[in-house]
């Protein structure tokens, strides 16, 4: 690879710099030195301090449409971007061109931040291919590229509550403008870091390949854009979003973005979806809408992601929270955006929320809240208005129709009931019995075994209704009571969620509007002779868009849900949450079908048909058949395990070490734990459990994230003392009293690219402020306090302060402060011993590794 050509032209920039860089410009020379935060050529070296959250206005960020593509961004697949022919003209998308790009970010490895393949080599090759792309840019355009090297801190109450301090990361910035510049930009974002041991083709190399080969489109084109296209290939989201506020917190380009496309990876499959859009700017879904050739998207996806069910995050919040950024198949909505007029005046289309939801990938309907409101609140009074007609009329026997209706409401919520229990029973006898996730690799399984169970049930509740308390009864007239039973259910549920606010309440217009239709079309009594038929056709037709479009979503959701399950920690029963949603699923559709058990003669073959599937597939369940991992290449489901090898040393308030231990830190990142890894492994088992710390901050374990709550059941082995060539150096720089029994700790740490910081103060103490995020101090769940540190290359040592106000007396310390270093990468990232138990674990499994220090201070 010709890294050193790249350098040779492209100069590193201090905070904030930036070279325009037109066709034709004599190229900046490389002194060598990598210029990381250096003084800025012909002037004074710039503080990198964040400054506020950029304020609402003409300067200000105003909105975002954000993508979470789900392994493939644009119009093809990752798998699809590996295959697909050339077949692109100059100026059209080249799925081959993207795949080079692809191919030749992830040969560099695996980019952690701090690493010389991420700050270095990763760089550099983006800068040689965004000099190629320069050169054969048409004159319609100018090119100017950044090299932005942001330091900071913030506060975010992702996982529970943390804060995050930054220095001298990368981020490589271009802005493609008119010749003649631009007032306003949307920008579009990618990561090309990536977590340690992978080399992130999906997350989230793909994204930056696919935005390289858009550059190289836009720029080709002989037709000037009107509003500038700010490409952000960022170089730290994975650690929790830092690059991304860097940028918008920081750099000068921001404050003319008025629009912002994320592209992110979820899992290892599927196809892109519009997951999440700005507050109040519908017009970015409009663009959506017109732009995109292959549409995927809905408002369901969204609200489930901002119910915070999902444990992620992505760059999306920090352009929202702290840039007031709200934000394509890429290319077609990114010049939609860049050639709009709605982009310079976005302030103006800015009118409430808008439902969206794409009909089977053909088109996407979306419509302004309000409309939708209003839409469905007729819907639902339509449906009340038929419904009490119904019960009330003729009034002689509206007692009686009243009684019976209620009747059925009741066994229909009953039904529901017991169904919910009955299968959440079966879930969690799987998960005791240590069969949990039996279905993550096998689809089918889950159906078979929680979808059969709950179809069984709310066909048995109904039968021994019909049997023994609606004996004597109408069929026809149990049929349509229990059919008005459920569409007033629905319309309840349509009415209060509705009312909640939420944009996914068109799915219970759907559930209320086309039954209802369906029934009022139904003129002639069901007993008529030759009835029956046409009765049967036209409820089908009734219920087809909603059953198509429930089918549809519920496969959507599943397989947002299904990687999130193989990383969801040892406390949340997958197979519960599993079973759950399914018998969400199962009690929506047959909401109704509930009306032919009581038209049918006998349901005792369903009955029997249902038991038959569900028994044996639980008992092969049980016999351990389906085994839950795998390997495969094309639809990879591995078991996610998680190694440190870690040496601990507690000290008192006096400076002594009173305990030190060493041993590798075992993590499973499923409820299994490593049931399934003692078998190859046999000394990882339950004897090794790790025992909490109770005096020391997050239990005294070198947690690289607080996500200690997610993962209570982990595992030690004992193993040497590790000696890193790089140790931490941990300094107390002064003491200092201040007013209101307030005593201010100052400190120095240096050491590797990540650390993490763990503040507890001891009881009667209080940490009031800090040097960190915006002084406030932030808790994490339990009541810790959690730094996330990193650096990019030759960052200075990180000074910092806390301020504690404190008892007179305070024998054993105010406060206990542990600092944990992690090695990522180099010469300290593994020890023989870690190396050697990392080569003995099955090919089914993601192991990452790598060595830290744990150091607990008392003061």
């Known amino acids: 690879m010709e890294q050193s050509a790249a350098a040779a032209v492209w100069r590193l920039r201090a905070t904030g710099g930036h070279r325009d860089r037109d066709r034709g410009h004599p190229a900046a020379r490389d002194d060598g030195d990598g210029d990381t935060g250096g003084k800025k050529r012909g002037g004074r070296r710039r503080r990198q ?122 981020n490589v910035i271009v802005k493609l403008e008119p010749r003649n510049g631009a007032e306003h930009a949307v920008l579009s974002n990618c990561h090309f870091d990536s977590v340690p041991n992978t080399p992130g083709a999906s997350d989230d190399a793909v994204s930056c390949a696919v935005m390289l080969e858009i550059l190289n489109t836009l720029s080709k084109s002989s037709e000037p854009l009107q509003h500038a296209v700010i490409f952000l290939f960022n170089g730290a989201e994975e650690n929790i979003l830092q690059a991304s ?36 700017n519908p017009w970015l879904v409009q663009a959506y809408v017109v732009a995109a050739k292959h549409p995927f998207a809905s408002v369901v996806a969204q609200e489930i992601f901002q119910s915070g069910i999902i444990p992620a995050d992505t760059d999306f919040r920090i352009y929202r929270d702290f840039g007031n950024v709200p934000g394509d198949n890429i290319l077609g909505v990114l010049k939609y955006l860049a050639t709009s007029d709605k982009l310079a ?82 879930a969690v006898f799987i998960s005791v019995i240590g069969r949990s996730l039996s279905w993550y690799t096998h689809f089918y399984v889950s159906v078979f075994l929680y979808g059969t169970a709950a179809a069984a049930n709310l066909v048995l509740v109904h039968t021994l209704a019909k049997k023994f308390f609606l004996k004597n009864m109408n069929e026809q007239y149990l049929g349509d009571i229990f059919f008005d039973a459920s569409l007033m259910i629905w319309s309840i549920t349509l009415t209060v969620v509705t009312q909640m606010g939420l944009c996914s309440a ?164 499923d409820y299994n734990g490593i049931s399934h890894i003692t078998p190859h492994v046999p000394e990882i088992n339950d004897t090794i459990r790790t025992a909490c710390e109770e005096h020391a901050p997050f239990c005294g374990l070198p947690w690289i994230l607080p996500v200690h709550f997610m993962f209570r059941k982990n595992w030690y082995l004992p193993a040497p003392e590790i000696f890193p060539r790089s140790p931490l150096h941990f300094k107390v720089l002064s003491k200092e009293l201040m007013p209101w029994n307030s005593v201010r700790l100052s400190f120095e740490v240096s050491g590797p690219s990540h650390m993490s910081l763990y503040v507890r103060p001891h009881e009667g103490s209080v940490l009031s402020t800090w040097s960190l995020g915006d002084g406030i101090p932030v ?69 990452s590794g790598w060595s830290c220090t744990y150091d607990l201070f008392v003061f």
């Open 49 to 170: 301090l964040p400054p506020p959250p950029l304020p609402e206005g003409r300067g200000a960020p105003l909105v975002l449409l954000y993508l979470l593509g789900l392994r493939a961004l644009v119009h093809v697949s990752h798998r699809q971007l590996l295959s697909q022919p050339s077949a692109a003209g100059p100026r059209e998308f080249s799925a081959p061109r993207a795949r080079g790009y692809l191919d030749n970010i992830t040969a560099i490895g695996p980019r952690t931040v701090g690493s010389p393949e991420n700050e270095v080599l990763a760089v550099n090759y983006l800068l040689e291919q965004i000099q190629a792309i320069e050169r054969e840019s048409t004159d319609a355009h100018k090119i100017s590229v950044d090299i932005q090297r942001p330091t900071g801190s913030f506060s975010i109450d992702f996982l529970g509550g943390f804060t995050s301090y930054y220095a001298n990361i990368t």
């Open 245 to 280: 506020h860097g940028f918008i917190t920081q750099h000068e380009w921001a404050k003319s973005i008025r629009a912002f496309i994320n592209l992110e990876a979820a899992g290892v499959g599927g196809k892109e979806l519009v997951f999440q859009t700005g507050p109040e």
């Open 345 to 426: 005046k976005s302030f103006e289309y800015r009118h409430g929320n808008v439902v969206f939801f794409d009909v089977l990938g053909l088109f996407v309907l979306a419509y302004p809240a309000r409309v939708g409101t209003i839409m469905n609140y007729i819907t639902a009074a339509i449906a009340f208005l038929y419904l009490s007609k119904k019960v009330l009329q003729p009034k002689t026997r509206a007692i009686h129709n009243l009684k019976k209706f209620s009747t059925a409401f009741g066994v229909t919520l009953i039904s529901w009931v017991c169904t919910l229990v009955t299968v959440l029973i079966v």
């Open 506 to 669: 068109f799915i219970c217009t759907l559930w209320v509007a086309f039954p209802l239709l369906a029934k009022l079309m139904i003129h002639k009594e069901f007993s008529q002779k030759g009835a029956t038929m046409k009765f049967v056709m036209v409820y089908m037709l009734g219920m087809f868009v909603p059953y198509l479009y429930m089918m549809y979503l519920s496969w959507t959701v599943f397989e947002m849900f299904t990687p999130i399950m193989g990383r969801s920690g040892s406390e949340i029963l997958p197979d519960v949450v599993l079973a759950g949603f399914i018998v969400v699923i199962t009690m929506i559709l047959s909401s109704y079908f509930i009306n032919f058990i009581y038209l049918v003669k006998s349901t005792k073959t369903t009955l029997i048909t249902l038991t038959a599937v569900f028994v044996v597939t639980l008992i092969l369940v049980c016999s351990g058949i389906f085994f839950p991992y795998s390997s495969d290449a094309a639809n990879p489901k591995p078991k996610r395990v998680f190694l440190q090898h870690t040496s601990r040393r507690f000290h008192d308030v006096d400076g002594n070490v009173v305990k030190s231990d060493s041993g590798i830190w075992i993590n499973g990142f």
């Open 779 to 847: 808790a994490s769940l339990g009541g810790d306090y959690f730094v996330f540190y990193s650096h990019g290359l030759q960052a200075t040592p990180w000074h910092f302060w806390v301020e504690l106000t404190a008892p007179e007396k305070h024998s054993d310390g105010i406060v206990s402060l542990a600092i944990a270093a992690h090695y990522f990468f180099g010469e300290d990232q593994k020890s023989p011993q870690l190396y050697a138990l990392l080569e003995r674990f099955p090919n089914w499994t993601f192991s």
